[in-house]
């Protein structure tokens, strides 16, 4: 078996790790020595990079995601001040990224779902968090989960400004259908997806009408607020846990308001502040059910002074402050 399984490749870009008493978050996150076996039973927590944006409907650079998020660890402690929480106190390996395909979607699809299949195999306590890449990946991720859980009933927890339930016929295993193509294959039902987020003139009526035909539930940013976005994300994990055996949160970094998130491919006005985020996220990884992340839509080519791809570090460190806190 090639590296630690045969559909990845080493991370790119990996920082020299010091021994401090004060690490940063480069320090603290692992990664696979060479010649070293791994002992992935002391593992709590998988982080991989899935480097694929062809398969964007807009013009995308996401796949620079996973090496930019990395090089911004060294600017980030394992510590949340807000939360009085050490994250140090969670074991996190970097493995890698998902082999892709210069040219071949369906390749690199097919890659990112037995990379999926393979981290349930070898280390199947471990919570993976994904670092995409486009929301194509989405829809690969959970069915290598189903298909390796195929007794399981998934829940999908979605931050987004979209629906993503664009027609497959049209658009294809795109950024634009990961929710339908789920729904469609039969690896969820759409009852068991939530989306928080959506807001403005960004989707279409006809999408609106599918998700009302097909019962998936969604929370519009202005009904969030309202409500208060604690709340909102706990009634969603409330219901979901009464009908699903794990969730799958899918953070969509076009929910941000584009003066939150410039590096983003379909940048929006009237979005969720990084701040509303942050507490959504936290609270979902506070629930046990939650078994699952990736963060997607993050085009670090063009952003502006590192505040997208800062804000999804943030993100990435702030699901794993509620993983950490959990009771």
């Known amino acids: 078996m090639n590296y630690p399984y045969p559909q990845l490749d080493r991370p790119p870009f990996c920082w020299q790790r010091q021994s401090t008493p004060d ?82 979607i369906e ?17 199947p306590h471990a919570l993976p968090i994904m670092l995409g890449g486009d929301h194509s990946i989405t829809a690969m991720l959970v069915k290598g989960w189903k298909e390796s859980h195929p007794e399981q009933k998934i829940g999908i927890l979605q931050f987004d400004t979209h629906f993503d ?24 039902d759409a009852a068991h997806v939530w989306n928080i987020g959506l807001h403005g003139f960004y989707n279409s009526k006809s999408l609106k009408e599918y998700a009302d035909s097909k019962g998936v539930h969604y929370v519009t940013v202005i009904q969030a607020r309202k409500a208060g976005i604690t709340h909102t994300v706990k009634e969603a994990l409330k219901q979901l846990s009464k009908e699903v055996d794990m969730i799958y949160l899918t953070v969509d ?17 009237g979005g969720m502040r990084t701040d509303e985020l942050f507490e959504a996220v936290y609270t979902a990884g506070s629930h046990p059910l939650v078994q699952a992340m990736d963060i997607v839509c993050l085009d670090p080519l063009r952003d502006v002074g590192e505040i997208t791809v800062k804000a999804g570090v943030h993100v990435f460190l702030n699901f794993l402050t509620g993983v950490a806190n959990r009771k």
Not at 69 to 88: A, C, G, Q, V
Not at 118 to 123: D, L, V
Not at 165 to 188: A, V
Not at 253 to 269: E, F, K, N, S
Request: a negative charge; hydrophobic letters at 35%.
């Open 23 to 104: 690490p940063k978050v480069s320090d603290w996150i692992q990664t696979v020595e060479d010649g070293s076996s791994v002992d992935f039973t002391s593992i709590d927590i998988t982080v991989l990079g899935v480097p694929l944006s062809r398969s964007s409907i807009s013009a995308s650079g996401a796949s620079e995601t996973p090496m930019a998020m990395r090089k911004l660890w060294k600017s980030f402690n394992p510590y949340h001040i807000e939360y009085d929480t050490d994250l140090t106190s969670l074991s996190v390996l970097d493995l890698g990224d998902v082999k892709q395909h210069v040219t071949d």
């Open 107 to 123: 390749k690199s699809h097919q890659h990112i779902k037995e990379a999926m299949m393979s981290m349930r195999k070898y280390h």
């Open 165 to 188: 339930l664009r027609s497959l016929e049209d658009n294809g295993p795109s950024n634009g259908t990961p929710i339908r193509n789920l729904i469609e294959s039969n690896t969820i």
């Open 253 to 269: 970094m076009d929910v941000l308001d584009i003066a939150y998130a410039p590096g983003v491919p379909a940048g929006t006005t």
